[in-house]
């Protein structure tokens, strides 16, 4: 009788005790739940919410559909800052990644003074963005800039770089390489750390040179962490723009705004809050297919553990 | 043809580690152990002779060759790392051919070769997957099979079997010794196993601190141990060492006779019963004395036991030092 109770009672305890776990974890989930919630998630719905309805400036607001989707394929500034983005993307990436692996590699050497020059190569990162944009600015400025000064010295003449359309974005995008290159370097320095000293010496046994090593093992084994960068550094070109509030308020003639900047001008200059939320749903469906397909297509190509 | 001659050689990095004016020389085609407890410089030694490590004094021939100066890849040698040093993007087969594709050798004679490397080490069915799919005694055959494949007359080996099982690793001695034997390889192999080194070489350096203790075949390590240190480091359990006049006196367990009356007195401690044979550790003066005895022992601790040994067992060694000595006067 006893035993029997015993043996029907077990399960129901197994029950409770799962339970006790499960609720525990939820509570400890709670606190980062709530924040996320108030703060990510309903900011996200509400601007999709709206990103349907009209602007109400006089009257009530009136649900339009994708009437403002429309608006937005057709309105030529957005095309612009969407090129802009992109080739803003394209170029800062792949520059920022391939500059931040040549210093990784030269600064992982025993040379002497290698840490000042690590740590030089980190400053960019540790400066504010507007305190870079300001740095930069001096050294774009028309005349006197740096840029200019040097230029004078060798008997050229000025330019007026970010007045120009066809250098500002170039400008920009070497800032941004600049800025950006140190901080990618430090997430390669602690990769190329982690490979094995044996694997360059049964490699250098074999007979490998060094920029054979660096070709088919170094590299190969540095792609979880370029993966990682890139995909960092590709949504960054679409999240940092403090620099544009800095130097060129997204001009000469939008020549170098990009989207974020853009939706910036649209919902605190023009106050248009619908477009400025049909504006952010698009930017947020781009970084989201980003991550979408570093999570459920590159990641498992890459690793190779 | 390739033996190796490593001759004063000298390696310390500020004056500490490393190894002192070591000597020695492996014939062709055989099997060369270097054997000592850890922090004995074995490892910094076979990286001189791979050239991972530079000199500090003294020359390394290679088949005739000096190679003192030359670079790892220039001497012509093989090595098998301690960690195996796979790598873990390249699968088995990619792994094994590492060096022929360094080297730029054509694709059909890559591939023959690798059919041949793959199926001696009995990798052929595993040759697309990755180390990390491996299990231990698997990665330890692909760094076998990169080793090998080129055909190199001198492979270096750095405590290859240290992380694998006791089965295993009998079994991968087994295999790598029928293979050196087979393949003609002169064969440096480094471990701390003396069981390992007994079994596998053809001659054993022991080394201690930085420099060679003894240098000679298992048998005369086992037999004739050159000093104190040798004979304890040898032998499971080792030699039996107690102070004796003047000097220091060694006889093996299996030397050792529980006798009825006379013979030293001792008391039993404990008895390891190993299935064969059975280990008596008894008291003798405060000293410890192992006896070997076939089969199981049914001594009770606390028993009164005599200890007795012939005459032509004993060693003798000196008390400071250690040396050998082969006049000094003997007991009873
Ligand atoms: N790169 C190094 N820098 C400084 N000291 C070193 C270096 N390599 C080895 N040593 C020192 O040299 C001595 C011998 O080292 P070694 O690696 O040859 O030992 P080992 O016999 O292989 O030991 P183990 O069995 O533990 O592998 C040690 O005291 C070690 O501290
Ligand atoms: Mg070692």
């Not at chain 2, 404990?270 to 008291?283: M, N, P, R, T």
């Not at chain 2, 200890?307 to 004993?314: E, F, S």
Request: charged share 20%.
């Amino acid at each position: 009788m006893v035993a029997a109770a015993m043996i029907s009672a077990r399960p129901k305890t197994a029950k409770r005790l799962r339970w006790a776990a499960n609720a525990n974890a939820w509570l400890l989930l709670l606190p980062a739940l709530v924040l996320l919630a108030t703060f990510t998630h309903y900011p996200i719905l509400a601007t999709l919410y709206h990103s349907f309805f009209s602007l109400g400036r006089s009257g009530p607001a009136t649900f339009v559909g994708i009437e403002n989707y429309q608006a937005m394929l057709e309105d030529d500034v957005f095309w612009q800052v969407l090129r802009n983005n992109l080739v803003f993307a394209l170029a800062t990436v792949p520059a920022s990644i391939a500059l931040a692996l040549l210093m990784a590699v030269w600064v992982d050497r025993k040379i002497t003074g290698r840490s000042f020059l690590r740590l030089a190569f980190f400053t960019p990162t540790v400066l504010p963005m507007i305190a870079v944009a300001n740095i930069w600015l001096f050294f774009y400025t028309p005349d006197y800039g740096l840029l200019d000064q040097i230029l004078r010295f060798f008997g050229f003449s000025g330019h007026n770089w970010l007045g120009d359309p066809g250098t500002v974005m170039t400008c920009l995008i070497v800032m941004v390489v600049w800025k950006e290159a140190g901080f990618f370097m430090i997430f390669y320095l602690a990769a190329l750390q982690t490979i094995p000293p044996e694997l360059k010496e049964a490699a250098s046994v074999e007979g490998a040179g060094r920029w054979y090593f660096f070709r088919r093992v170094t590299l190969p084994l540095l792609m979880p962490t370029t993966l990682f960068i890139s995909i960092n550094a590709l949504i960054n070109s679409f999240k940092l723009v403090d620099q544009l509030v800095i130097m060129t308020k997204g001009g000469p003639n939008n020549a170098s705004s990009l989207l974020l900047y853009y939706i910036y001008e649209v919902a605190f200059n023009f106050w248009d809050t619908t477009y400025a939320a049909t504006l952010t749903v698009t930017l947020i469906a781009i970084l989201a297919v980003i991550a979408i397909t570093k999570f459920v297509y590159l990641d498992r190509r890459i690793h190779y553990q | 043809m390739s033996e190796i001659v490593v001759d004063a050689v000298s390696k310390t990095w500020g004056g500490v580690g490393g190894v002192d004016r070591i000597g020695f020389k492996a014939d062709a085609g055989q099997l060369l152990v270097l054997l000592g407890p850890s922090g004995c410089g074995k490892s910094t030694t076979l990286r001189l002779i791979a050239g991972l490590e530079e000199v500090d004094a003294g020359t390394i021939m290679i088949g005739g060759r000096d190679v003192t100066a030359l670079s790892p890849a220039e001497r012509r040698i093989s090595m098998v790392f301690q960690s195996y040093a796979l790598f873990p993007h390249l699968n088995v087969a990619e792994n094994i051919i590492f060096g022929l594709r360094v080297r730029g050798v054509g694709r059909g004679e890559r591939d023959a070769k690798l059919r041949k490397v793959a199926d001696l080490v009995g990798l052929s069915h595993l040759l697309d997957r990755k180390p990390s799919q491996l299990s231990g005694g698997q990665r330890q055959r692909v760094a076998l099979g990169r080793a090998i494949i080129a055909e190199a007359p001198v492979c270096l080996m750095d405590e290859p079997l240290s992380n694998l099982d006791a089965k295993l690793r009998h079994e991968m001695r087994t295999e790598i010794r029928g293979l050196q034997q087979r393949l003609g390889m002169t064969m440096v192999y480094v471990t701390h196993d003396q069981t390992e080194a007994m079994t596998m070489a053809d001659r054993v350096i022991l080394m201690r601190d930085g420099h060679i203790e003894q240098n000679g075949a298992p048998h005369e390590l086992y037999n004739e141990p050159a000093s104190d240190f040798t004979a304890r480091f040898i032998g499971t359990p080792p030699m039996n060492i107690i102070p004796w006049k003047d000097q220091l006196l060694g006889v093996r367990p299996e030397h050792v006779v529980l006798m009825e009356r006379d013979g030293l007195p001792a008391q039993v401690r404990a008895v390891e019963y190993l299935g064969a044979d059975s280990i008596v550790l008894c008291d003798l003066e405060g000293e410890t004395m192992a006896v070997r005895q076939a089969g199981y022992c049914s001594l009770q601790p606390g028993t009164k036991v005599g200890l007795g040994w012939d005459n032509r067992h004993i060693h003798l060694f000196e008390k400071d030092g250690g040396k050998r000595r082969h006049d000094g006067a003997r007991p009873h």
